[in-house]
């Protein structure tokens, strides 16, 4: 077993972040706290730690949501040799890798503990071993820093990814952060990831509704699985992703289109994959690795009919609703086919993070976390971890 997890900062590609490093005079430990609420009176800047499944990673954003810092341990090397994430592996793999991930994350934001006036932590869903890690460090941190604790779902920091202040900007047209009695139109929430594949509807206060869900297996497990069955390491998505650019057209796979419901289905999908790859000699892998032409065609018929079900069903579902926007988000958000299919599709615009927002990271949860706080919502000690947590009903 090795400790190699791949460590993951800002990728090349993306500005450094932008917000002001004020010098050290914040006084340790000190924070101005109206009695009534337990809300911070000076919210400076709020730390987010994320450890719902694979990913150790914590995010700092200042109290205007400007990203100060995101760091980002991946385990998917640790976890690929099992073709998926492997539970008991994936806690202890948090433990060694979270007091690194902080320190790295002040120094990148390059602020001290007296810096950090609220602790947020995905507390749902997710592993419950893994999340147990994330929460009692953030409650040792909240004690010890004398700050507010704010548990947030997981989900909603993948919204709220939306609202982050690269430096380049929000995703979202409008970087105002829901508030109570706020109006105007609604927001149609598409989130697709390893564990999730939601369609959300976001009123103007912030308030989410669920409009359709996954019946069986998420987009992102789907190209995980997929992946597998070409031949293709974990996590699957960036493979397929890059299989497909340059795979050649062949015979389109099934869609499952389930009329009349704003839900999803990729388990038919699946084994419509299975069955193509056994039949082009990819499945079992055969000795010398499948044949790379194949596999590639295979991998774009699949994108193509997940992207095709996921961007007909999203733009319905959002000129149905009367949406204003639409925000895409979660790891399958940072496919690039999809980025691309929906924004040409939709006649209203499309609110989408740079890819390494979309894939877990701290920075969300640290936002998802700044808007509870702004809210009025702190966290008890007794905050328990909610693997099966849902964002709305
Ligand atoms: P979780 O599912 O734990 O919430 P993420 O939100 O990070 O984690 O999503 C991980 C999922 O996103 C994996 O299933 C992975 O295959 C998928 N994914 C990541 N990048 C891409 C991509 N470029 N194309 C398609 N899927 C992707
Ligand atoms: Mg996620």
């Not at 005079?25 to 450890?51: A, C, D, F, H, V």
């Not at 795979?247 to 990729?266: N, V």
């Not at 000129?319 to 204003?324: H, P």
């Not at 979309?358 to 909610?386: F, K, Q, Y």
Request: net charge neutral.
């Amino acid at each position: 077993m090795t400790n190699s997890a791949s460590q993951k900062t800002f990728p090349a590609e993306s500005p450094p972040p932008q917000g002001k490093k004020t010098p050290q005079s914040g006084r340790p430990g000190e924070l101005e706290k109206s009695p009534q609420s337990g809300r911070p009176g000076k919210l400076r800047n709020m730390m987010g730690i994320e450890t719902s499944c694979d990913e150790t990673a914590v995010g700092i954003v200042d109290q205007r949501g400007r990203l100060l810092a995101n760091v980002v341990a991946s385990q998917s090397d640790l976890h690929s040799r099992f073709g998926g994430v492997v539970p008991e592996v994936a806690s202890r793999q948090h433990l060694l890798e979270i007091p690194g991930v902080l320190d790295r994350a002040l120094r990148q934001a390059g602020l001290g503990w007296n810096r950090i006036d609220a602790i947020a932590v995905a507390n749902g869903p997710g592993l419950a071993g893994a999340l147990i890690v994330g929460v009692n460090v953030a409650k040792g941190l909240a004690a010890a820093l004398d700050v507010p604790l704010i548990g947030v779902n997981h989900l909603a920091g993948h919204v709220y990814s939306a609202w982050i202040d690269t430096g380049s900007g929000t995703a979202v047209q409008d970087p105002e952060i829901p508030a109570p009695k706020a109006d105007g139109p609604t927001r149609t929430c598409l989130i697709v990831s390893g564990g999730h594949t939601e369609l959300i509807l976001m009123h103007p206060d912030g308030r989410f509704r669920m409009i359709g869900q996954t019946r069986d297996d998420a987009a992102g497990e789907a190209f995980d699985k997929a992946a597998r069955v070409m031949g293709m390491r974990y996590p699957g998505g960036p493979e397929i992703q890059r299989a497909a650019q340059t795979g050649a057209p062949s015979a389109p796979l099934p869609r499952a289109w389930l009329r009349g419901t704003d839900d999803f289905s990729f388990s038919g999908l699946k084994t419509a994959v299975i069955r193509r790859a056994r039949q082009e000699g990819l499945y079992p892998p055969p000795g010398g690795g499948p044949p790379k032409d194949k596999a590639d065609a295979l991998a774009r018929a699949f994108q193509e009919s997940v992207v095709d079900v996921l961007v007909n069903k999203t733009v319905e579902a959002s000129e149905r609703l009367g949406s204003g926007e639409i925000v895409l988000a979660g790891g399958v958000a940072a496919n690039s086919a999809l980025r691309e299919a929906l924004v040409q599709a939709s006649k209203i615009p499309v609110a989408v993070p740079p890819p390494w927002l979309c894939t877990d990271n701290g920075a969300m949860i640290a936002m998802a976390g700044l808007v509870e706080l702004n809210r009025g919502a702190r966290s008890g000690w007794n905050l328990d971890v909610h693997p099966g947590m849902r964002l709305a009903s």
